[in-house]
């Protein structure tokens, strides 16, 4: 099983530039979430998503959208990239008892 | 301030060491989880831990609960090489399961 996959690996976009972060599971898993990590501020909550087309906001929600139209499928977009969203995110999903991670995309914004 | 907090944020032993991180929460624990990281991967999830006084081992490492203190210790005996990496607790706060609020990690290097 593939689990969870995020691409890209890797992404340096330009101030105001928008681009999609892709996340997909094959785990059939209703709940999926995204983080962010910053240094010294461990991983925080951008999104979640408890099963397809639901959605809601979590603790740094401002400057992202996310969509849930399927179960595997959790996107996250940002709209106008600004460089304090230069970060490492990390898509995860779970069926209640413990979580999945993705392997990362990290994102420098310039 | 951090509603979990991790202790140390970053620890250095020499291989065959033991040693402990801790993660301590300012509000009710529903459940505990340990994961590990290592640079520019994902997380790996280690052990959950539920109920008070509850103790988990898993080889060489051993995560217990106490949930009247909201507190939950990783301990590592003998620690190698492979041991190295950031350990990050994750607890769910607010009730549901499925929501976790991450520490901030605690850095573990290992010298051979």
């Known amino acids: 099983n593939a689990g969870v996959t995020q691409t890209p690996k890797f992404q340096v976009l330009k101030t105001g530039q928008s681009m999609t972060l892709q996340c997909a599971q094959d785990?059939?898993?209703?709940?999926m979430s995204w983080y962010r990590q910053d240094p010294g501020m461990g991983l925080r909550l951008i999104h979640y998503?408890?099963?397809?087309?639901?959605?809601d906001q979590g603790e740094v929600p401002n400057g992202y959208n996310v969509s849930r139209s399927t179960t595997e499928d959790f996107p996250l977009r940002l709209l106008s990239a600004a460089p304090s969203q230069t970060s490492v995110y990390f898509c995860?999903?779970?069926?209640?008892?413990?979580?999945?991670f993705g392997s990362g995309t990290r994102l420098t914004v310039v | 301030s951090q509603e979990l907090e991790q202790s140390p944020q970053s620890l250095i032993v020499q291989e065959g060491k033991n040693l402990t991180i801790n993660c301590t929460s300012s509000k009710t624990l529903y459940g505990l989880y340990w994961y590990k990281q290592k640079y520019g991967e994902g997380l790996i999830f280690l052990m959950m831990l539920q109920k008070g006084g509850e103790e988990k081992s898993h080889e060489k490492i051993t995560a217990k609960l106490d949930e009247k203190k909201q507190q939950s210790s990783l301990h590592i005996t003998a620690s190698q090489p492979s041991h190295a990496g950031i350990y990050l607790c994750g607890a769910a706060l607010g009730g549901s399961a499925r929501q976790l609020t991450f520490g901030s990690g605690t850095q573990l290097t290992v010298l051979p």
């Open positions: 785990m059939n898993h209703e709940y």
């Open positions: 998503s408890v099963g397809a087309g639901i959605t």
């Open positions: 995860a999903s779970t069926s209640g008892y413990g979580y999945t």
